[in-house]
């Protein structure tokens, strides 16, 4: 199956500090690739890297098969969802108003995003009834639901997924993670996803990728990671959430 997004030698750095070492990576296509590892390992620089947030200093980014230039990245955003922790929504509009923001922007006609909101309330399950309401009347767990809405909005090719149930408490965090295994088969999705919760990206991941100071230190199953770690670093990492009933 031939990758979505290709990364080869990518790095970046502030100021004398690496954030990230180069890189190269793959995120294939219909699968769900999670980045963990310890805070400021370079999981959500690799994120913002791909999304052009922020320019490499080295190396190419390919999507779909061509190369990530300036001229295209306006292009490129509309071909892919971000969510980010707590959602990222803004405040003065309402869930609807958020969820629609990009296809409004575009133009889509009223119809269309009518249509599409439907089907997107059905496929996170949130309430339509909700849809009036503003962030601050909503729970986390419905904020998520409708940045995920947001995300979801324009049919996105890759969906990058940054700490996006981090704050959550452990029941509502379950319940979406079953939500997004069950959203990300249906349709077929290409995702990236970051966490700091290995039981987590074990239930998620099609292929986890273990990341330690700005480097990839082990790709492959919850299982590769366990059976035959690839350093001391890897059995620390793993050792560390032993209490965690992995999947």
Known sequence: MSALVQLVEVSKRYRDAP??????????RGKTTVLIGPSGCGKSTLLRLIIRLIEPDTGTIDFDGAPVTPDKIDMLRRRI???IQEGGLFPHLTARANVLLMARHLGKPDEEMRRRLSELCALTRFPENLLARY???????????VSLMRALMLSPELLLLDEPLGAL??????????????????LRQTVLLVTHDLAEAAYLADEIVLMNEGRIVQRGSIADLRGDPASDFVTEFINAQRSLALV
């Open 19 to 28: 954030a990230l070492h180069p890189t190269t990576l793959a995120i294939e």
């Open 81 to 83: 969802g971000y969510v």
């Open 135 to 145: 962030p601050v009347e909503l729970s986390g767990g419905q904020r998520q639901r």
């Open 169 to 186: 408490d452990p029941l509502v965090r379950a319940s979406l993670q079953k939500d997004l295994k069950e959203i990300f088969s249906r």
